[in-house]
């Protein structure tokens, strides 16, 4: 019974770990570059609906999910192989530097900078301003969560078939 626990447990973590991966990449893939070809206006209240919309109670769970279960799996498989035990570790440092300190540090303040701008009463110029301080650096800390997602849940991955073996 024990080990039918341990794989599910596993298994939700792959899972969700995918689907952050999957959507640091479609963000970065699709989302960022197709809304940077919008005028500075239509860009900028593009992002504030949907950062106002991507919090909600999925989205949390897809984000705050993997640290959590990283860490329920780590001891779940205490008693393992050191390199089940190591690769698990590596994930989840990975995903908690890479993607969860990432956004709390970087682009969730950059979200708030833009969630309190009047863009209705803004000038062209301070359309523009804005951004300029707001697209490079978000998209940058994009990248690093979109890589760091994607190398933690191929360590996962890696895990998975050492777990079957």
Request: charged share 15%; with cysteine.
């Amino acid at each position: 019974m024990e080990f039918v626990f341990e794989n599910t447990i596993f298994i939700a973590l792959v899972l969700l770990t995918g689907l952050s991966a999957g959507l640091c990449f479609t963000w970065s893939n699709a989302v960022t570059t197709g809304i940077g070809r919008l005028d500075d206006l239509g860009y900028l209240n593009a992002f504030q609906q949907m950062n106002r919309t991507i919090l909600n109670p999925m989205f949390f769970i897809v984000f705050f999910g993997p640290l959590l279960l990283n860490l329920v799996n780590i001891y779940l498989f205490k008693s393992t192989s050191s390199t089940i035990i190591w690769l698990l570790i590596f994930a989840t440092v990975t995903y908690f530097l890479g993607v969860v300190l990432i956004t709390i540090f970087g682009n969730v303040p950059l979200n708030e900078m833009l969630d309190k701008t009047d863009l209705s009463s803004a000038s062209v110029e301070e359309l523009r301003n804005l951004r300029e301080t707001f697209e490079v650096k978000w998209n940058r800390l994009h990248l690093i969560r979109t890589l760091t997602s994607a190398i933690s849940f191929l360590l996962l991955l890696i895990n998975l078939i050492l777990i079957s073996k």
